[in-house]
């Protein structure tokens, strides 16, 4: 933004200080002096396309120079002051489009930004904050008759942090007499004073959104966790605090907004309200009592309700009568209402979209072939309560690294597994033998590594890498998961035994084992945990609820696209789910040209960017499960896509096209399991380089012991 419209803009927000909670301001800015309510009228019918950027004081100003100026204002090209300084549009156009804007306000948008440049404008402007400082204080002195009277000038000298004589706060604030510091003094009380108010009413209105959060906060708790480096009477003189009310408001505030700012007075900091992922800034919300209230036929037109009268209705009971939630997203000051019976099966769009040719604001899933194979899985895996299971498993690797010229070589890498399983607590513990890998390796490589592993000489590394152990355990009842790999302390001087750990966050608000639980009770759907999911999200993202209701219908259209209705079918007591390369090239596809291109250029080719993709599921009644998979890329299709561009001639697009070709890949898998042996085979082929193939096989049985919950005592614990 320009910085003489920033100025503009600074100053409407002081002239608007009163109305930073806008549900609960009495009043609206004065007018500027010399302005009658009739001309402000007729200046806004005229130019009110231009408030959103300028003052009315700027705006009038910019009026009375137009006519005390005629020759200058017919001389003037709008065209010329917008080609000069705003030079970065694309086009006049766009500058049109971008502010909603005719010819003929653009004509008078570009004279009143360029009249803001002028001497006159300067020596205007600050005449004129100085009658609002003024009026301000008189306004202040007429409200609380007394009050400024009484202060003690001394007092206001030293909560500004200054002693007597008033030399130096004279000195500081470039004053020339003792008259205009103690103006001054008065000036900064009633600036402090007029902000604890505003304060008070945001306060209001963070308490009638999450009532709770006011009657379990404690300030003096609060204060010593974030401001210990403070004594309590700085911080309180620091910040204009007369009264432990004003300093519990202030850290209430503080620890709401998530900052250590003020919060008073700018856009981002009033209360909004989102419905179904759309924020709707002009809701004209109230708050009494720690009660947040809407009009009666706002609250009909969202809820579907029938509330009569001219009354404010209460939002959250409303809305939860009505089958609805309510949030508060506390970094955004949002109110968020959701819509649960319509979004635990669907998504509400906050704009109605085009789908199969009917305009349309709600788009329902069928999320159920893909739940009764979830349980399905399930069922084949139950334990019993308390009873330990114990799957070891082997995995043989073998890479074969082609080389046309010396012939090619090959190198098993073998893996074991032992798996420990109670309560849903897994203990893992997994030893890998890659010994042969070093004889693959080149001579640099190899003296590399021996440079990276100072511990051990280069003769230890073959009985080093032939028993590679790394360990897992995964408590979810506990919320956290440990990892142990011994190889990465030789990398650093000293290590001992290090274990590395992380909270366990399922993004829903439930616990990973609980969430566990509710999968494993059959008494679930994916619509209720997505829900559950946005239902979290909408109070806690930063981005506010809107962001992270656009996130989670990204989240929840790709689950459909991928275990949706078609995708699954039953035959002969068989569930199957498929997927096939028609399906994932629609979806990825749309994604990539939606990214790279935007969603709006039909002209581009549709891309398709797999040339094989195949996987497929099936659970028979007996339990029994077959997989199989075949992935493969279309490097030709992504090249052309890479290539589409008029600047890329003939020698970039087979430079392109032969570098993507040397990434060309294959994968395929297939494998068959039952409740206690499984065994499956893979394959990586990648075009003229390696060859990786995979056979694996596992078995599971009853057992006595029980899987560790957390690291051995006296193990090193790193949180992450």
Same mark, same amino acid.
């Given at each position: ?7 503009s ?7 608007a200080?009163s109305?930073a909670a806008?549900a ?13 309510a009739?001309?402000?009228v ?8 231009l ?6 004081f700027?705006?009038?100003f ?7 100026h ?5 001389a003037?090209d709008p065209d010329?002051w917008?080609?000069q300084?705003w030079?970065?549009?694309?086009s006049?156009?766009?500058y049109?489009?971008?502010?909603d804007?005719?010819?003929?306000l653009?004509?008078?948008d570009?004279w009143?930004?360029?009249?803001t ?5 300067a020596?205007?402007?600050?005449e004129y904050m ?10 202040y002195r007429?409200a609380?008759?007394g009050?400024?009277e009484?202060l003690?000038i001394q ?7 200054? &002693?007597?004589?008033m ?5 500081d604030?470039d004053?020339?007499s003792? $008259?205009?510091?103690?103006q001054?003094l008065?000036e900064?009380y009633?600036d402090?004073?007029?902000e604890v108010?505003e304060?008070?009413?945001l ?8 009532p709770?959060s006011?009657?379990?906060?404690? #300030?003096?708790?609060?204060f010593e966790?974030?401001?210990?480096w403070?004594?309590? &009477?700085?911080?309180m003189?620091?910040?204009g605090l007369f009264s432990?009310?004003e300093?519990a ?5 503080d ?5 250590m700012?003020p919060?008073?007075g700018?856009?981002?900091r ?10 709707r ?5 109230t ?7 809407l009009p009666?036929q706002e ?8 509330f009569?009268?001219?009354e404010p209705?209460?939002i959250r009971?409303?809305?939860q009568d009505?089958g609805?939630d309510?949030v508060?997203?506390k ?12 979004l635990?099966r669907?998504?509400?769009l906050? $704009?109605k979209m ?6 349309t ?15 399905r899985?399930f069922?084949?895996a139950?334990?019993k309560?308390g ?8 995995c043989e690797l073998?890479?074969t690294?082609?080389?046309?010229l ?6 098993k890498?073998?893996l ?6 109670r309560d ?6 997994l ?7 070093l004889e ?8 590399a590594?021996a440079?990276?592993?100072?511990k051990?000489a ?6 080093l890498?032939a028993?590679c152990?790394? $360990?897992?355990?995964w ?8 990892w142990?790999?011994?190889?990465l302390s030789?990398?650093?001087?000293g290590?001992?035994e290090?274990?590395?750990s992380? &909270? ?9 084992g609980?969430l566990l ?14 829900y559950?999911?946005l239902?979290?999200?909408?109070g806690e ?10 996130g989670w219908m990204q989240?929840?259209?790709t689950?459909?696209?991928l275990?949706g #209705?078609d995708t699954?079918?039953?035959?002969n ?9 028609e399906?994932?090239n629609q ?15 039909e ?5 398709r960017?797999f040339?094989?993709y195949?996987?497929?599921l099936?659970i ?12 493969r890329l279309?490097m030709?299709a992504?090249?052309?896509m890479a ?7 003939a020698?970039g697009?087979?430079?392109v096209?032969w570098?993507?070709?040397?990434l060309?890949f294959?994968?395929?898998s297939a ?5 206690g042996?499984?065994?499956?085979t893979?394959q ?13 096989a596992s ?7 029980a899987p560790?919950?957390a690291p051995?005592?006296?193990a090193?614990?790193v949180e992450?």
């Amino acid at each position: 933004m320009k910085a003489k419209r920033f100025l503009s803009l600074l100053l409407s927000l002081s002239l608007a200080v009163s109305l930073a909670a806008p549900a609960l301001a009495a009043e609206s800015a004065p007018l500027p002096p010399g302005v009658t309510a009739a001309e402000a009228v007729e200046l806004m019918a005229e130019l009110g396309g231009l408030s959103a950027y300028y003052d009315l004081f700027t705006l009038d100003f910019a009026r009375r120079y137009k006519e005390a100026h005629p020759e200058e204002y017919q001389a003037f090209d709008p065209d010329a002051w917008f080609a000069q300084e705003w030079d970065f549009y694309g086009s006049k156009e766009e500058y049109l489009a971008d502010r909603d804007l005719t010819e003929e306000l653009f004509r008078e948008d570009m004279w009143v930004e360029y009249v803001t440049y002028t001497e006159e404008y300067a020596v205007a402007f600050e005449e004129y904050m100085a009658q609002e400082q003024t009026r301000k204080v008189e306004g202040y002195r007429a409200a609380h008759p007394g009050e400024l009277e009484g202060l003690d000038i001394q007092t206001l000298l030293t909560w500004q942090g200054y &002693e007597e004589p008033m030399g130096a706060f004279m000195e500081d604030w470039d004053l020339d007499s003792e $008259e205009e510091a103690r103006q001054t003094l008065l000036e900064l009380y009633v600036d402090n004073r007029l902000e604890v108010e505003e304060r008070r009413k945001l306060v209001e209105f963070y308490r009638a959104a999450d009532p709770e959060s006011w009657e379990s906060f404690d #300030a003096e708790a609060y204060f010593e966790e974030h401001w210990s480096w403070y004594d309590k &009477e700085s911080y309180m003189r620091s910040r204009g605090l007369f009264s432990e009310e004003e300093f519990a408001e202030q850290l209430y505030m503080d620890h709401m907004t998530g900052s250590m700012f003020p919060v008073w007075g700018g856009r981002d900091r009033e209360v909004s309200l989102v419905v179904n992922g759309w924020e709707r800034y002009d809701a004209p919300i109230t708050a009494q009592d720690g009660v947040s209230y809407l009009p009666a036929q706002e609250l009909n037109a969202i809820l579907g309700t029938s509330f009569a009268g001219e009354e404010p209705v209460a939002i959250r009971t409303a809305a939860q009568d009505a089958g609805w939630d309510v949030v508060w997203n506390k970094s955004n000051n949002q109110v968020v209402l959701l819509d649960r019976e319509r979004l635990t099966r669907g998504i509400v769009l906050p $704009e109605k979209m085009d789908v199969d040719g009917e305009q349309t604001d709600y788009i329902e899933y069928d999320l159920s072939g893909f739940e009764g194979l979830i349980r399905r899985l399930f069922s084949l895996a139950e334990v019993k309560e308390g009873q330990s299971y114990r799957t070891t498993g082997t995995c043989e690797l073998t890479l074969t690294s082609f080389n046309t010229l010396d012939g090619d070589e090959s190198g098993k890498v073998e893996l074991t597994a032992d798996v420990l399983v109670r309560d849903n607590v897994v203990d893992m513990t997994l030893t890998l033998n890659a010994a042969q890998v070093l004889e693959l390796l080149s001579q640099p490589t190899l003296d590399a590594l021996a440079r990276e592993l100072p511990k051990f000489a280069f003769q230890d590394l073959k009985t080093l890498l032939a028993g590679c152990k790394a $360990e897992l355990i995964w408590d979810p009842e506990a919320g956290r998961a440990y990892w142990n790999i011994p190889l990465l302390s030789l990398l650093e001087d000293g290590a001992g035994e290090v274990w590395y750990s992380v &909270e366990l966050d399922t993004g829903t608000g439930l616990t990973a084992g609980e969430l566990l639980e509710v999968i494993r009770s059959q008494d679930w759907s994916v619509g209720e945990l997505a829900y559950q999911y946005l239902l979290n999200q909408s109070g806690e993202s930063y981005g506010g609820a809107d962001e992270a209701y656009s996130g989670w219908m990204q989240l929840y259209g790709t689950l459909n696209g991928l275990f949706g #209705a078609d995708t699954v079918t039953e035959k002969n007591g068989a569930i199957a789910w498929s997927l096939t390369g028609e399906r994932m090239n629609q979806m990825v596809g749309s994604v990539i040209e939606g990214y790279l291109w935007g969603y709006y250029e039909e002209d581009r080719p549709e891309l398709r960017p797999f040339k094989e993709y195949d996987l497929s599921l099936t659970i028979d009644r007996a339990g029994k499960v077959e997989t199989s998979a075949a992935i493969r890329l279309d490097m030709d299709a992504l090249a052309g896509m890479a290539t589409d561009s008029e600047w890329m001639g003939a020698g970039g697009t087979a430079l392109v096209t032969w570098l993507l070709n040397l990434l060309d890949f294959r994968y395929t898998s297939a494998a068959t399991a039952t409740a206690g042996h499984s065994q499956g085979t893979a394959q990586f082929h990648w075009k003229n380089q390696f060859k990786l193939e995979v056979e694996t096989a596992s078995d599971r049985r009853e057992v006595k012991d029980a899987p560790r919950t957390a690291p051995p005592e006296g193990a090193e614990i790193v949180e992450l």
